[in-house]
């Protein structure tokens, strides 16, 4: 039932479409021959098909009868004011009427014509909801594939900006582009994309983390290979770096790749303000991480065990707040981290007009009342609060997510082993980052391997015009130069 038969056009198609009860059959007879428009109006632009599709067939029925000649303008493309393709096989115009173009079949026509004038439902253009700056464009992607490559096309005009077409789900046929810079990215990444791509076969896709999911088979590691933006210009600008992007309909963020974990840390902003400026919150940026890992692991460890290493009147004044605490410090550390992840979440589910109020007085509210009532100690909610502060500092939420569930690992072996335990899991994080490749860019680039072109631009932003060439870590080697010296 693939081929359309001459008999069987529109009874094939029909039969595909039983109880499919939004799709419209509307006939239309032209010089004695029975032509059938089939859509579903939700997702068709129906005054577009009204216009330039029903009108002038009804104009044509109308008109002295010249059935060749008719025909003769359809395969020559002349008939509508609308481009229109022919479709040979029947699984191929049902998929097409319900991805949301209208199919217009023939009687006598072994064979359909479609026309492309698909309209869905979106919301406009908005600002970013995640990734906020206050200086630089304030536009975001949203839930419209279409609309999202405008916003890139709109950053970089040039001919070299390839968008490859892929349709990934059994069921949901969803639209995935293969955003790239010819001439910028290393070509074995695109060919390692195009086979990954080609190879998933899943029932659908909702999502663009399940498309990432896919392609990370094998590759276990809780740091993320991909980053998530939904900024047209973050991703405009990383492909000029010479990486590459995936955008998936439905979904209002893009996937970049390669990532480095100091491209992790970087934000849009940094190249919005004075070099001054985007070096000093990049270190502020990068100590913070560092920290919402380690803090309450080192508060722990050294209370417990190395208590000798603090100055005395500190820990004569942690001592008087641990006095009447019946916990130990990991106890203590493991119940305020966990009631800091439970507000962190509610605050995210709680309707936004209340969610931020609930959340912060919420926090204030516990942690007071968890201080008078003798459970945890006022030394440990400062570290706690101070960690929780640093973990928003992130500009990337799969990273920050990460540093969050390490800091148990960290928090439980630091309690247990004292720096010991924290100083031997960070050598084995170190060493797992050191060997962690992203489609085949190591993950620490420039400081292993060290590469001292690439630190212009790592943890410290030199001046645009000292940056002549582009990173190593992304882009072709053939051409490396992003500007030329005056």
Known sequence: MCAVTEQRVLEAITEQLTDCSDAVYQSINVYGHACMLIYIPSIVDTLSLQEFVSTPLKAEANSEPDWPRFLERLDHGSAFAIPYIKAYQVNRAVELIVSGNAVLSIEGLPYVYYFEITHYQKRTVSESQNELVVIGPQEAFIEDVQTNLSLLRHKIKHSDLKTIHFSIGRYTKTDVYLVYIEGLCKPEIVEE????????????????????????????????????????????????????????????????????????????????????????????????????????????????????????????????????IPFSALTEALIMELTFEALREAGTRIPKPVGQTVSIIGGIVIGQAAVQAGIVSAPMVIVVSITGIASYIIPHLDLGLTFRMLRFVMLILGGTLGLLGVIVAAFAIYGHLANLRSFGTPYLQPVAPLVFQDWKDTLLRVPSPFMMKRSTSFTNTKNEKRQKKK
Do not use: C
């Not at 840390?265 to 070096?279: C, M, N, P």
């Open 193 to 324: 994309f195009k086979k990954k791509l080609g190879d998933i076969t899943v029932d659908g896709v909702l999502g663009i983390n399940g498309i990432a999911e896919q392609m990370k088979k094998g590759q276990y590691s809780p740091f993320p290979i991909f980053q998530y933006t939904e900024r047209p210009d973050s991703v405009a600008a990383s492909l000029m770096e010479g990486r590459v992007g995936l955008m998936q309909d439905g979904t209002p963020s893009a996937l970049l790749t390669p990532v480095t974990f100091f491209s992790m840390l970087q934000s849009s902003e940094d190249y919005y303000q004075s070099f001054y400026a985007g070096s000093w919150i990049r270190l502020v940026r990068f100590f913070f991480s560092i920290v919402s890992m380690l803090l309450p692991a080192l508060y722990v460890a050294i209370t417990t065990f190395h208590s000798q290493i603090i100055p005395s009147d500190l820990l004569i004044t942690i001592a008087a707040a641990r006095e009447n």
